[in-house]
């Protein structure tokens, strides 16, 4: 495996001439890896994808194998315009083609009816397909120097905390992945909203970037409730780090880390954790206020609770209002139920 830093790393640097031909090189080989059935994990505006060629089987496979994921769930093609649709679907809405028009490139993925050419190793066998177009630049260029559609669920082993930088793929994945675009850490932290526009009405089947009322805005209607549509992200458990997770309302904090099994760390905003007066022997962590900020630092502070060795994280949960729906929902879903059937990721 070989992680490709410098492509970014020159990209931020004002004043480095050598940027944009070093991160066209990297860009061209992992497309070439991907075209030669490789792995290629890439940042998204998101989450990392651990991509493969979206046409091949085999390819996809790979992606299954080296996440340890259960190739009956589904994962989302990534695609590099909406032009792209008519390819991957059998028919649409002019609600799903609305959405992508005003939500494309950006945090939404849409399920709808899948073409007669898409592969059971993408939809699980499913009926319906999950695709969305990244608004990362670094993503981006990958999918149109490739060419076709990539799938790409999360680049984390199944089950666990979504990766959102280059080393947390390194730590999850390691030798498994052929190559790594590295294009720091992801901005909304948080996976895609997904909504199922293969039937009548539009539905929420989970909570992401795009905040529910921004599309219920657009549409000028609530969205539906959530279908039996396939979707990633919609079991009971996953998102998970190794300690248990006790997601709280902010004023329970106190009280639950007492009661937690420890070692114990904690996770919240500066003033709930101060009105919680923790004892020392706590681990506590800070998330910013912001619904934003917080959803984008919330992945890398689960996994450096973990890192500490506690073995209960109590989370305090925001209100679930815009990003914070998103947050809320994996929080919960990272303290549900730890059975094999139950872990489900991006």
């Known amino acids: 495996m070989r992680e490709a830093s410098s492509g970014i790393a020159a990209g931020r640097g004002s004043g480095d001439t050598a940027a944009p031909m070093r991160l066209g090189a990297d860009i061209a080989h992992a497309a070439r890896v991907l075209a030669d059935g490789g792995l290629v994990a890439f940042p998204t505006e998101t989450v990392y994808g651990l991509g493969a060629d979206a046409t091949s089987a085999a390819a996809v496979a790979r992606i299954y194998a080296a996440k340890g994921r259960p190739t009956s769930h589904p994962v989302i093609v990534h695609l590099a315009s909406a032009d792209e649709l008519p390819a991957w679907t059998a028919e649409l809405s002019d609600a799903a083609r609305a959405l992508a028009a005003r939500f494309w490139p950006g945090p939404l993925t849409l399920i709808a009816r899948r073409g007669p050419k898409v ?139 007492a009661l937690a099994p420890g070692p114990v760390g904690a996770l919240a905003p500066a003033a709930v954790l101060a009105a919680a007066a923790l004892p020392p022997a706590i681990s506590a962590i800070e998330l910013p206020d912001d619904p934003a900020a917080m959803a984008a630092r919330l992945y890398a502070a689960l996994r450096e609770l973990d890192a500490l060795g506690v073995a209960t994280i109590v989370a305090a949960v925001p209100e679930s209002v815009g990003l914070g729906e998103a947050i809320a929902d994996r929080l919960h879903r990272a303290g549900g139920p730890r059975s094999p059937g139950d872990a489900y990721d991006d």
């Not at 009405?201 to 539906?224: D, N, Y």
Request: aromatic share 4%; charged share 15%.
């Open 119 to 257: 592969l059971d190793a993408v939809t699980g066998g499913a009926p319906t397909v999950g695709l969305r177009v990244p608004s990362h630049p670094m993503a981006l260029a990958l999918l149109k120097a490739f060419g076709r559609g990539v799938a790409a669920p999360s680049a984390n082993r199944f089950g666990s905390v979504s990766a959102t930088t280059a080393t947390h793929v390194v730590q999850d994945l390691g030798d498994a992945v052929d190559y790594i675009l590295d294009g720091g850490a992801c901005a909304i932290g948080v996976e895609s909203t997904i909504v199922d526009v293969s039937g009548p009405h539009p539905a929420l089947l989970r909570p992401g970037g795009v905040p529910r009322e921004a599309i219920e805005a657009f549409l000028g209607r609530p969205l539906a409730a959530p279908s039996a549509t396939p979707a990633p992200g919609t079991l009971a458990s996953h998102y998970a780090p190794s300690a248990r997770v006790v997601p709280v309302a902010p004023g329970d904090l106190g009280g639950a880390c």
